[in-house]
Every structure is written in structure tokens, then in C-alpha cells.
């Protein structure tokens, strides 16, 4: 599975952003994508998943309410629409595919085997 997250850049906070994540290689039945961040010297933190099959999400409660993830089946397709940025909000961000990830492991990195390369958002006044 590979996959290549696009879509960072510099804004102001308060504006948006969509970051995109293409998935190639495989079936992505029974996959779950998620979207981690991480800023240097901290651990890469739980943003948001998607279960590929019936599209049930899960959020991180910092972005409850200003991050939206979908899925675009027919062209293998995450987006993540990112709202009322904060400058708490910057990080390179990462997508992660992880097949048969259980409920309970959703949030944790350890359970995506297949990452991609990160896109950086900045969010600065």
C-alpha cells in the first residue's frame, strides 16, 4: 500500500485548509486510513480514521467540530477539510493505512503498517 498526502501550506488562523490522501496498491476492504500529526520533540498524536468499508470516523476531541474526514471510493481518496484553524493546528501531517485496526486501537500509530511521506501545515497570524 502506498500512499502520498498533499494538500499543507501557510495560513492565518481562522482560515481552512484540505489536505488530501491518495491510496494505492491494494483493496483498501477492511482498511482503515487515519490522519496523525507530529511536531518536533512530541510524539505523533491521533487526528482523525476513517473505516474504508461503512465509513465510520473517530476524531481526536482538539479537532471535534473543525476537521471533517471523508473518502472518495471511486478514486481511493481521503480528504481531510480543516476549518477555524489554530496555530496549535501546525504539524506535519500524516496519513496511515491499517488493515483489520480494531475500534479500540483506532488512535494509536502502532496499529497503521503503511504510512506516507507527511505535508506540513502552518497555521501563523
Known amino acids: 500500500v502506498q500512499l502520498q498526502a498533499s494538500g499543507g501550506g501557510s495560513v492565518q488562523p481562522g482560515n481552512s485548509l484540505r489536505l488530501s490522501c491518495v491510496v494505492s496498491g491494494r483493496s483498501l476492504s477492511g482498511h482503515t486510513i487515519g490522519w496523525f500529526r507530529q511536531t518536533p520533540g512530541k510524539e505523533r498524536e491521533f487526528v482523525t480514521s476513517?473505516?474504508?468499508?461503512?465509513?465510520?470516523?473517530a476524531y481526536a476531541d482538539s479537532v471535534k467540530g473543525r476537521l471533517t474526514i471523508s473518502r472518495d471510493i471511486a478514486k481511493n481518496l481521503v480528504n481531510l477539510e480543516m476549518k477555524s484553524l489554530k496555530v496549535e493546528d501546525t504539524a506535519l501531517y500524516y496519513c496511515?493505512?491499517?488493515?483489520?485496526?480494531?475500534?479500540?486501537?483506532?488512535?494509536?500509530?502502532?496499529?497503521?503498517?503503511?504510512w506516507g511521506q507527511g505535508t506540513l501545515v502552518t497555521v501563523s497570524s
Open positions: 476513517i473505516r474504508w468499508s461503512g465509513g465510520t470516523t
Open positions: 496511515a493505512a491499517g488493515y483489520g485496526v480494531i475500534i479500540s486501537n483506532q488512535r494509536r500509530a502502532a496499529a497503521y503498517a503503511y
